[in-house]
């Protein structure tokens, strides 16, 4: 077991690379099964998350060459002959669903192993399975697994009843070779959708209005291979945003632009933190002291509930009280107890969670739960007075490339180390 120790009272200064969006490489890679010839992607993260997904697309057949550094990879998946995702894989990482819809589309069954519940939330799949359903799939469930299958996908008109991701996308790659045409409504409009619909139509698909709550997608009757590069990763620009606001700092954030942080970017600035944009990317720097502001989370192109955890730790010891409500998952604010460990003064009531400014954060030994949370445990440890130490930090390595190199190279005396027992 590993564990990052991070010795704060450092501002950030310097430059930083952002590298490939996990959210957009993990449903771009399941669609990958979709084209009859192989596919090429560009700027992948290298992350646990991508691991897992790998090994499940060999599982179920699929060739992988992995190119230079990693980032690049070929895939190759055709003519598959086992359709499952196991349990083993589907707990650690329950995007592994997103495999569902090519199979269904492609080979018309598909046997997952259901997720179970996760650390920030219930996270039921439902949607998705309703979605499949209207487009004429059987869904059992039997031995924790959902078996879906269809003879041929027809089109169909969908309404999420909850904007989802993951379903949108799901349901999106599904459409991509079903009879007729689909309409999804009230559909995510994540960048990361986008960024699907684009390697979905250089594949042949016929994917319109993605980005806007109504997508019309035109089934085909075959997919091709194509080219493309993985957009980089918002979560990790915002990341680096915040840890630059919370430190005092000046960051260059060099391959990042403001298009999808807009929500973020108004906030930050009524904290006091000033942004630019230029040809080198996004600069940021923190104020001396950061002014207390509430956030409400929403999806896309609202506050990303991806962005809570990290805003709680700036506003741990902001001037004054902000109040933070959590609309997307009803469970996410399991690092408000550790940030209490280390002198926050957090009072968590249903959705909303109180957070009076301190004036200092003490380093103390903490526990990441989860992905987003970790983060948020980082980036306190950068203003805490003395040592911080973060366990648990498999999480961080689902979703961050090389976080403590990253911080290091803006000065951050931050090291990973092997937890004794
Ligand atoms: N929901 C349902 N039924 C469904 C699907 C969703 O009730 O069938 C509910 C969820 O329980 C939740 C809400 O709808 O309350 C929204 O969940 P969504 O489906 O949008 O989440 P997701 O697709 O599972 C993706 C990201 C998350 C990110 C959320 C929200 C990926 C792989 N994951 O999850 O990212 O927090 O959207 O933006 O894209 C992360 O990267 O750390 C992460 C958790």
């Known amino acids: 077991m590993q564990k990052i120790v991070i010795e704060g009272g450092r501002p950030l200064k310097g ?7 996990k959210n957009s490489a993990l449903p771009i890679l399941f669609a990958s099964l979709l084209g009859n010839t192989s596919v090429s992607l560009k700027n992948i993260p290298h992350l646990r ?8 697309l060999e599982k179920l057949g699929a060739k992988i060459k992995k ?3 990693f980032s690049s990879l070929e895939v190759s998946a055709n003519g ?5 995702a196991p ?3 589907v707990r650690t990482m329950r995007a592994s669903v997103l495999v569902m819809g090519p199979l269904l589309a492609k080979y018309e069954r598909a046997r997952v192993s259901l997720p179970g519940g996760c650390a920030i939330g219930a996270r039921p799949i439902n949607l998705h399975l309703k979605a499949f359903e209207q487009m004429g799939a059987k869904i059992s469930i039997e031995g924790g697994y959902v078996e879906a299958k269809a003879k041929h996908l027809q089109g169909a008109r969908i309404n999420f009843e909850t904007v989802t991701v993951t379903g949108t996308e799901n349901v999106m790659m599904a459409a991509t070779l079903a009879k007729g045409e689909t309409v999804l409504e009230n559909a995510a409009r994540e960048p990361e959708v986008i960024d699907l619909a684009n390697f979905l139509n250089k594949m042949g698909a016929k994917v319109y ?3 806007t709550d109504t997508i019309i997608i035109d089934g085909v009757d075959e997919l091709k291979g194509a080219e493309h590069t993985v957009i980089p ?12 606001a919370l430190t005092g700092g000046s960051v260059l954030i060099k391959n990042a632009d403001l298009t999808f942080l807009e929500a973020l970017r108004v906030k930050l600035e009524e904290t006091g933190a000033k942004i630019s944009q230029n040809t080198q990317g996004l600069r940021i720097e923190g104020p001396k002291t950061l002014k207390a502001i509430d956030i409400i989370t929403a999806p896309f192109p609202g506050f990303a509930t991806d962005f809570q955890a990290q805003f709680m730790a700036m506003m741990a010891v902001a001037h004054g009280t902000s109040v933070i409500t959590e609309t997307i998952f009803e469970n996410r604010f399991m690092h408000a107890q550790e940030l209490v460990r280390m002198g926050a003064d957090i009072k968590i009531e249903g959705k909303t969670a109180v957070v009076k400014g301190v004036k200092k954060l003490s380093g103390a030994p903490v526990m ?22 973060v366990h648990r930090i498999y999480h961080i390595d689902r979703g961050y490339e090389n976080i403590e190199k990253k911080f290091r190279k803006l000065g951050a005396r931050i090291k990973r180390a092997k937890v004794k027992y």
Do not use: C
């Open 15 to 21: 430059e930083v690379e952002i590298s490939g969006s």
């Open 49 to 56: 998350d991508i691991d897992t997904t790998l090994r499940l």
């Open 67 to 69: 190119g230079f550094r």
């Open 80 to 84: 598959l002959r086992h359709l499952e």
């Open 87 to 89: 349990y083993d894989l």
């Open 209 to 211: 209005g993605a980005g």
């Open 233 to 244: 990763d918002r979560i990790e620009m915002g990341t680096f945003m915040m840890a630059a």
């Open 368 to 389: 990441a739960s989860d992905l987003r949370a970790s983060a948020a445990l980082i980036l306190a440890g950068l203003v805490a007075e003395g040592l911080t130490e």
